[in-house]
């Protein structure tokens, strides 16, 4: 996982000055971390999918093993409590896991 970037909110508090205030003080650096906090949020949020759809395809495939029905809620209630549980995709990882298996 890529390390987290610090938000303008963040090291707007962190150097005692509001963001309006850095903004205005030294506007391209500001931009630069805004820039790079958004680039950080958007790749975490594609390691986290990623993620999500490795331990899914563990989940059904252990359900399958066991002649069980990997059905979204069930393989919901096996994941991680730190797992994304983004409905979307995790209605597409369920399904792309029953896919593989033939389901």
């Not at 002649?67 to 994304?84: K, T």
Request: contains cysteine; glycine residues 6%; proline residues 4%.
């Amino acid at each position: 996982m890529v390390l987290p970037a610090l938000s303008l909110r963040a090291a707007s508090k962190r150097v005692g000055f509001s963001c309006t205030y850095l903004k205005q003080l030294c506007p391209e650096q500001c931009a630069e971390i805004g820039s790079r906090y958004v680039r950080w949020r958007h790749e975490a949020a594609l390691c986290r999918r990623g993620q999500l759809f490795e331990d899914v395809r563990g989940i059904v495939q252990n359900l399958h093993l066991k002649a069980e029905c990997p059905s979204v809620g069930r393989v919901c209630s096996l994941l991680q409590p730190n797992s994304l549980r983004e409905w979307k995709a995790l209605n597409s990882a369920v399904q792309a896991a029953r896919d593989e298996i033939g389901q």
